[in-house]
């Protein structure tokens, strides 16, 4: 049973979109069905873009702790600049996940009324290189995912760039996440990131070929995801589900604390969130409810955004 549900995750190859966008469309969606995640080989990512942007957030990481506190986002709810080890936690979870990130965002259009909600990214000068090569990594998984949605769209019987207009100007947000050796045995009940849904319309993931990520089937199994050196995870977010009713479910992953061969190295993942523009209005779709989904209320992009944060503790009410 365990080695069929590990099956659901074969690659899907990323040339297919391309030379037959039904077929990958149909591939996305019957994953995103079935798990609400995917494996994506052959992708369009360059490999230097990704290990620049490694570099260099390795290189961050290892900053002394009162440099990296300049960049302390936590008053604005950490959507920029750097947030510190164990001030995270799952929803409805007490206990911090063993983890500290940084995030790479979006800019508001001067003008657009949005500055305060997508504010500048700071600048890292303390890392050559730092802001160029983050910055291309989050320009290359940001047209990789509008690609995605292309097939997403495909799949739900919308035009194809049905997503374009709601995500051009998306708060979407590249998280450069570090997991330190566990030395000692970390706090009891914490993992390095607790049983969460993502908050946004889709996942972009990179570095889950370390042992750890697991995602929570609908039959209550846990099942592991390891993907192939260099394959992408992607998966829905909560705004997606809401969108289509839950018929594309955003699926309860975690990351599991390292065995303890493992425990002594850090772990690294790039998971690029990528989000509809604050002022769109979220409501599931007419198809979507003929296949019996779920009414949800409609909400603002942002105004679901920050309902989330305050539940994981990124925002205080």
């Not at 996305?28 to 260099?56: K, L």
């Not at 914490?190 to 609908?218: P, Y």
Request: hydrophobic share 40%.
């Amino acid at each position: 049973m365990q080695a069929a549900m590990t099956d659901m995750f074969r690659p899907i190859p990323f040339p297919l979109l391309a030379s037959d966008p039904k077929a990958f469309a149909d591939a996305i969606g019957a994953s995103f069905r079935e798990t609400g995640f995917a494996v994506i080989s052959d992708h369009p990512v360059a490999d230097e873009t990704i290990a620049a942007a490694n570099a260099a957030a390795a290189a961050f990481f290892g900053l002394p702790s009162e440099v990296k506190a300049k960049y302390d986002d936590r008053a604005n709810g950490g959507q920029r600049g750097y947030t510190a080890f164990g001030a995270e936690n799952a929803k409805g979870k007490a206990e911090a996940d063993q983890k500290e990130f940084w995030h790479t965002g979006r800019g508001a259009q001067p003008g657009s009324g949005l500055e305060d909600i997508m504010r500048s990214t700071p600048s890292v000068p303390e890392v050559p290189g730092f802001d160029g090569t983050t910055r291309g990594l989050y320009d290359a998984l940001d047209e990789m995912g509008r690609q995605i949605l292309h097939a997403i769209a495909i799949h739900l019987g919308l035009e194809e760039d049905w997503f374009d207009a709601k995500v051009a100007e998306g708060n979407s947000i590249l998280r450069l996440l570090h997991y330190p050796p566990q030395k000692s045995p970390p706090p009891e009940g914490s993992v390095r990131a607790g049983a969460h849904e993502d908050i946004n319309v889709i996942t972009l993931l990179l570095g889950a070929e370390e042992a750890g990520l697991q995602v929570k089937h609908r039959s209550g199994k846990w099942l592991d995801i390891n993907p192939p050196a260099g394959a992408l995870v992607i998966n829905c977010g909560d705004m997606l589900q809401r969108l289509t009713g839950g018929v594309l479910p955003s699926t309860t992953h975690r990351v599991l604390n390292p065995t303890p061969e493992r425990a002594a190295f850090p772990r690294f993942s790039t998971p690029f969130f990528l989000h509809f523009a604050p002022d769109v209005v979220i409501e599931p779709l007419p198809q979507c409810l003929a296949e019996g989904g779920t009414a949800f209320e409609p909400i603002t992009a942002q105004d679901y955004l920050m309902e989330r944060l305050r539940e994981i503790g990124l925002v205080r009410s």
